[in-house]
């Protein structure tokens, strides 16, 4: 078994242990165990970048968390965020090669617009799109991922050359020296884990904030938070510019790790990165701090093992029949577990199989 | 007879496992690294028995007539290798099992699968003397670039493989390329032809394939020498940077040798519906229609110029007949086309390597799979048996040395020439044209390696074939 | 020239305006967004597949059996599974909906291979010219399939006591529980007919598209959002307007030049620009209303 996956599984069991709403003692050591644990991993495991890369699409879950959890708008274009904030770092970040021209100023610029853009594109989008409610908010912000992945598939150059898009062919990150590799990796590491444990920390601020409070409010009855005096318009563009900020920031991340970007549904556009981070809520628990942190690992141990299986004797079916597990997994967690794993932990009654059972009866018909 | 407070301590339960759980985890994850460390994966793996590649000779022998043939052809070793292995040599690769480039990618595993059971079957790869088996590790990306660039870590971190084969698709090579280069760990490559990939001064990427721009070059050139002539022609191209960059230096190549491009045609890529491409096609009235895309498109344009009576000289793909999908699917509709093909079974060169001729590789790889090689497999085996050469040449496994070998190596294959320029792209052998012809490939272009092919020239009109 | 742009674009619109009308109709009465359509587009074309190929059953008569078999399967997903979670929220059953769309999907994958292939009848490629454009009488023919389809929907609907009792579940459900209407057998019932009626768009496809994968349907999910958006939620019509309107659209933008660019590549970003701003401008779309009709 691969030590990334027990470090994945010990960081979840600590997890559980660190949100026991009524036992503080047991929280505590939990929770230092857990940053024990994390902060010892990159020197345990003989392959960091899985758990980087389990960080990077936690961040992106945190921040659907912000706007689909907290304030109830279910976003399903969080890609677009994901692929403008790759580019931003591209852009912004990368020496121009006369490959292709960008603008090079430097790498944390870089991240920054990486935040920043994302951000500003949501509130422009966000604008008219937030009117929306349910379903139809669902389809605008899937219809502007797909749009906004066309237009960088279009566009090459803006000026005379002065940036340019690498239209489909995208642009390249280049290669760090073999010598820097390791020093890299490991700062790659903790740098999106202390993203990653700041965009938790902000939305554990947030769920005590009156900003939070002001999102709660609008998930559980729009009209009647505008009447309390909350500017429901704000509020809603400031959750869908953080969220979008925290995706962009992932995004670039894993442009920088996969070393090149193009606007294809195979690379930083991958459509599919929409439902995961939503499916990294639902497996914590959405609406809840903790949740897509718990959820981001479940879901990268449960990717990690069925990968891993993969090369043991007698598991190469796993090759393909892979993805019919991992449908299967979903459709059975959403089945018996709506309300994520969370909720197993933190029942009143302790834990029970009647949760499972109880669950249906709420549900279904 | 539940007592009131039992629920809290079952919580409480719940929890000390957990924690117990983490102290077992941290003293297992202690022990596996160094475990890890205290065995490098090369040097220790004990010999592997000789009852099972005893084995697996035997039964080969009675499949392939090819067996024979190869070591007649290579001369060099013995038919079965029956001595003991002295080590093993790993080599990795993330593959694309699942999604749109299944068929593709299948092929490339099995041309990879082929060349490994082969080479092990004569003794594996020699090395200063020492038999090293070859072992082979796959992954399944899913066609994403981002599980490509993560398995190549897993690769060379957990598996600790020697070196890297390529994976489908242009932008999953481009990230595996990144890997390798950061590592140092050599990577041969046979499913990334894009120049994108090679224009980044990557010093740990060979690619065995012939250049994108060179793709279509056959096609019009074989189209230049027919009679009638063709001077108009219709380009319809996908918007994917490979596409693009193949549509790009075809329209270049064809201008250049006085055509005239009377339409070049952008669409989103993975359309499955060209009927409005083909109807301005037909507008345009080409002597010649090229397609730059993919399967599903290539049979799309088909469909259409079949429904909307798009007649033209030739009808030209990059990629689409080169597959054993386009006879079963497109039966008679699917005759007549022409193909760009890095490789075909018809194609005589001599090669000093495991396989030597196309033909032993063909009978080979049908035997085992039951089913015709397209490039992909043979492009998969030519990575491995330029990594053979490499090693060889190199006496070591010094990823290092592997590629100083790598990159001075000239070797002739059954697949054809194996030289890399100075950015890692086999510019030195040539793209083979092959068509379709009454539901079988035949080469027909360039004469000297087409085996007395000729291409059916002009392609009749659709009510009259 | 643009007339056979225009005939192109209504033999398409047809097309995808029986792909979105199932969807539309588990959207509008169910609430659910049903991303396992494309999957059971998927099956009814390799149940077409399989038909043509071992039983050599013609693609047009092997639809009816395919629209009983497929709604029996459809009745069976609502009941065993879509049902025990109906009441939790729109996420929830839009996760469920997309765990079955990976199911099946991957299954087909292991099950039919990954290999192309093509329903190919002999008269499939018969055409007749009208004026310069040349229509096929094969398409011409599931289009026609695709009108009967719809407007048999609408008369079960409008005339059956069944179909009142659907439109008024839609409509209040809890009025529709008072009046004694049994509510999952009717949540049951609308999804076995939007899954027959994906069946019949899958042996549709079969018969448009060059040769198909178990990969090559997932993007009908998206084009049935679009579908369903442009004509309206909610209506009957709805759907096959906006399929018509998108049929038309996409071909208009693919096959005519503005002066001497063509849009082709900018085909997508045109229509899901345009798809955004009718949800800005008129979220009920061209034909929506409250309710189902």
Not at chain 1, 233 to 251: D, N, V
Not at chain 3, 52 to 79: R, T
């Amino acid at each position: 078994m691969s030590i990334n996956l027990l470090v994945m599984l010990g960081a979840i069991g600590l997890s559980i242990l660190a949100t026991q709403r009524d036992k503080p003692q047991l929280r505590m050591v939990g929770f230092g165990l857990l940053v024990l644990l994390l902060v010892a991993a990159p020197f345990l495991s003989n392959n960091k970048a899985v758990l980087t890369d389990m960080y990077i699409l936690g961040i992106a879950g945190v921040g659907w968390n912000v706007i689909g959890g907290f304030t109830g708008y279910a976003a399903f274009g969080q890609v677009a965020f994901w692929g403008l904030g790759a580019y931003a770092l591209a852009v912004f970040g990368l020496e121009a090669t006369p490959a292709q021209a960008t603008l090079g100023w430097s790498i944390p610029v870089g991240f920054l617009m990486a935040a920043l853009i994302p951000a500003l594109v949501a509130a422009l989008i966000g604008l008219p799109v937030l009117r929306l409610k349910g379903h139809y908010f669902a389809i605008a912000t899937l219809g502007v991922g797909i749009a906004i992945r066309e237009i960088f598939r279009n566009v090459d150059c803006i000026g005379d050359r002065l940036v340019c898009l690498g239209g489909a062919t995208g642009l390249a990150f280049p290669v760090v020296k073999k010598a820097d590799r390791d020093l890299n990796s490991m700062l790659q590491y903790f740098l999106t884990l202390l993203v990653f444990a700041a965009s938790v920390g902000i939305t554990f601020y947030l769920s005590r904030s009156k900003f939070g409070y002001g999102l709660f409010a609008i998930r559980e009855n729009e009209d009647a938070a505008a009447v309390m005096g909350i500017n429901t318009t704000w509020f809603k563009i400031g959750a869908f510019s953080l969220a979008a900020a925290m995706t962009g920031l992932a995004g670039a991340w894993r442009g920088l790790v996969n070393g090149q970007i193009e606007p294809g549904e195979s690379s930083i556009f991958d459509p599919n990165i929409s439902l995961y981070v939503i499916i990294i809520c639902l497996l914590g628990g959405v609406g809840t701090v903790w949740g897509p942190f718990i959820g981001a690992i479940i879901y990268a141990a449960l990717q990690e093992f069925l990968t891993s299986m993969q090369n043991v004797a007698g598991f190469g079916w796993l090759l393909e029949w892979k993805n019919v597990i991992f449908g299967a997994i979903v459709v059975l967690l959403v089945l018996f577990l709506p309300k994520g794993i969370l909720q197993l932990v933190r029942n009143k009654g302790g834990f029970s199989w009647r949760i499972f059972t109880r669950n249906m009866r709420e549900n279904s018909i | 007879m539940r007592l009131p407070h039992s629920p809290s301590r079952l919580q409480e339960r719940l929890g000390w496992s957990v924690a117990l759980m983490l102290v077992v985890t941290l003293l297992l994850a202690a022990c596996g690294d160094a475990t890890n460390t205290a065995a490098p994966a090369t040097t220790a793996a004990g010999a592997v028995t000789t009852a099972a590649t005893g084995t697996t000779a035997a039964a080969s022998a009675t499949t392939a007539p090819g067996a024979a043939t190869t070591a007649a052809a290579t001369g060099t070793t013995a038919a079965a290798f029956s001595g003991t292995f002295d080590g093993t040599i790993k080599f990795g690769a993330p593959l694309s099992l699942q999604g749109s480039l299944l068929a593709e990618s299948k092929q490339t595993q099995q041309g990879y699968d082929l060349w490994r059971d082969a080479v092990n079957e004569k003794g594996g790869i020699v090395v200063g003397g020492k038999h090293y088996k070859i072992e082979t590790k796959y992954y399944d990306d899913e066609s994403k670039q981002d599980k490509s660039a993560q398995q190549a870590q897993k690769l060379i971190n957990e598996d600790k493989v020697n070196f890297l084969l390529g994976p489908y698709g242009t932008s999953n090579t481009a990230s595996v390329s990144k890997i390798a280069e950061e590592s140092e760990i050599p990577m041969v490559e046979g499913n990334g032809a894009a120049e994108s990939i090679f224009n980044q001064g990557r010093k740990y990427t060979f690619g065995v394939l012939s250049p994108a721009p060179k793709y279509l070059q056959g096609v019009i050139e074989l189209a230049l020498a027919q009679n009638p002539k063709p001077t108009k022609l219709a380009l319809l191209f996908a918007n994917d940077s490979f596409s693009k960059e193949v549509a790009a230096a075809t329209k270049k190549f064809a201008e250049s040798k006085g055509m005239q491009v009377v339409l070049y045609e952008e669409y989103p890529d993975k359309e499955t519906n060209l009927t409005a491409q083909v109807t301005k096609a037909k507008q345009a009235a080409p002597d010649m229609v090229i397609n730059s895309g993919h399967l599903a498109e290539a049979t799309a344009i088909v469909r259409a110029a079949k429904e909307l009576g798009l007649n033209a000289q030739a009808f030209g793909f990059s990629v689409g007949p080169g597959l054993p999908d386009w006879g079963s699917s497109l039966k008679n509709d699917g005759n007549f086309a022409l193909s760009g093909s890095q490789w075909t079974q018809a194609v005589t060169y001599k090669g000093d390597d495991v396989f030597g001729t196309s033909k032993n590789f063909y009978d080979q790889f049908k035997a085992k799979y039951n089913v015709e090689p397209a490039y992909q497999a043979a492009s998969g085996a030519a990575c491995g048996i330029a990594f053979q050469k490499a090693i060889e040449k190199a006496g070591s496994l010094d990823p290092k040395k592997v590629r100083d070998a790598l990159a001075s190596l000239d070797s002739m294959a059954f697949y054809g020439q194996l030289k890399f320029d100075e950015r890692g792209v086999n510019i030195f052998k040539p793209m083979v044209v092959e068509q379709w012809q009454d539901g079988k490939r035949v080469t027909v272009w360039p004469t000297e390696v087409a085996a007395g092919g000729k291409a059916q020239w002009p392609t009749p009109e659709w009510g009259k074939r | 020239m643009s007339l056979q742009v225009l005939v192109n674009g209504l033999l398409l619109g047809g097309l995808l305006g029986l792909v979105g009308l199932g969807f539309s109709l588990v959207w509008g009465i169910l609430n659910i967004v049903n991303l396992a359509h494309a999957a059971f587009i998927m099956l009814g074309a390799y149940f077409t597949y399989y038909a043509f190929e071992n039983l050599h059953l013609d693609p047009f008569l092997s639809l009816p059996i395919a629209l009983v078999l497929f709604f029996g399967l459809g009745y069976a997903v609502q009941k065993f599974l879509i049902n025990r979670i109906i009441r939790a929220s729109l996420l929830v059953t839009f996760l469920l909906t997309f765990g079955l769309e990976i199911l099946i999907v991957s299954l087909g994958r292991v099950v039919f291979s990954g290999n192309a292939v093509r329903v190919n009848p002999d008269y499939g490629s018969a055409s007749f010219d009208l004026g310069d454009a040349r229509i096929n009488y094969m398409k011409l023919a599931g289009v026609g399939v695709a009108l009967l389809l719809t407007y048999l929907l609408y008369l079960f609907m409008a005339k059956t006591k069944t179909g009142n009792a659907i439109r008024a579940v839609s409509m209040d459900l809890n009025a529709a529980r008072l009046m004694g209407i049994d509510i999952p057998h009717i949540y049951c019932l609308t999804y076995a007919i939007s899954t027959a009626l994906a069946a019949s768009a899958g042996m549709l496809l079969s018969l448009y598209l060059g040769t198909f994968t178990p990969d090559s349907f997932g993007i009908f999910n998206i084009r049935a959002f679009a579908v369903v958006v442009l004509g309206g939620l909610g209506s009957i019509p709805g759907a096959m307007i906006g399929g018509l309107v998108f049929g038309l659209l996409d071909q208009f933008a693919q096959g005519v030049n503005i002066g001497n660019i063509s849009l082709g590549g900018w085909k997508e970003a045109l229509i899901f620009i345009a798809l955004v701003v009718v949800l800005i401008v008129r979220p009920t779309g061209l034909l929506g209303k409250e309710g189902y009709r």
